[in-house]
């Protein structure tokens, strides 16, 4: 297992349609985490997953995204409608239940609003 | 709410030499966590050192050290004898002691190294 996988690397995509992402977290992890980033700001929580369990959302996480994590293994994160404020890096982490534990990182989905 | 502060939207230094970079941060809990993440151009975030808020003593990581100041709320990062490879935006990061509670950034400080 080489880290938090995520895909696609970039995203380009008009107006008003949906797009999904995947993240699939370090195997032994049950903490999942979503976080955005916008260029020059540090990233901004959306949501996290305890196993299939979504725990906790962002007020940012309008209805228009919602995120899954059946079996709780991979994760997808959908935003509907797409609109330009969406484009941004959507970044995926996953971590150990407790602890001192900082969070592992994926390299992000750029996702693009024409 | 949490606030975590990085007042130094960009700072520099010379191959070899040693810089801090500044972070603050806004609590009324007395447990939690606090972290440095990296983030160089390839985007990935890679955690370079974390420190307990019930550890007085400061963490340390090879070249990377801390100086937490838990009555200040001041968390700040020192690299020594700073290398090429450390250029990168550098983020301070806060999270509550409660499991799986989220992350809370600071806006980034983004580090230019001279050669």
């Known amino acids: 297992d080489t880290g938090v996988s995520q895909d696609p690397r970039h995203k380009i995509t008009k107006r008003g349609q949906n797009v999904t992402f995947r993240c699939d977290p370090i195997?032994?992890?049950?903490?999942l985490y979503w976080y955005r980033q916008t260029l020059g700001q540090g990233p901004e929580f959306l949501t996290y997953f305890q196993n299939e369990a979504q725990l906790e959302k962002s007020r940012l996480l309008s209805d228009r995204f919602s995120a899954e994590r059946p079996k709780g293994s991979f994760s997808t994160l959908e935003i509907q409608r797409t609109e330009q404020g969406d484009s941004a890096m959507y970044l995926c982490a996953s971590s150990l239940e407790a602890g001192a534990y900082g969070y592992t990182f994926g390299s992000g989905t750029r996702l693009t609003v024409v | 709410a949490q606030t975590v502060t990085q007042s130094q939207p960009e700072m520099s230094v010379q191959e070899a030499e040693t810089v801090t970079l500044s972070c603050t941060y806004d609590?009324?809990?007395?447990?939690?966590?606090l972290f440095w993440y990296k983030q160089p151009p390839s985007r990935q975030m890679i955690l370079v050192i974390r420190?307990?808020?019930?550890?007085?003593q400061n963490a340390t990581e090879n070249r990377f050290s801390v100086n937490f100041q838990k009555a200040a709320k001041s968390f700040s990062l020192k690299i020594s004898d700073s290398q090429l490879g450390d250029a990168a935006m550098y983020f301070c990061?806060?999270?509550?002691?409660?499991?799986?509670?989220?992350?809370?950034f600071g806006e980034g400080t983004q580090l230019t190294v001279n050669p």
């Open positions: 990061a806060y999270r509550r002691e409660t499991s799986g509670s989220r992350l809370t």
């Open positions: 420190q307990e808020a019930y550890k007085q």
């Open positions: 609590t009324s809990e007395s447990d939690y966590y």
């Open positions: 195997s032994e992890h049950n903490r």
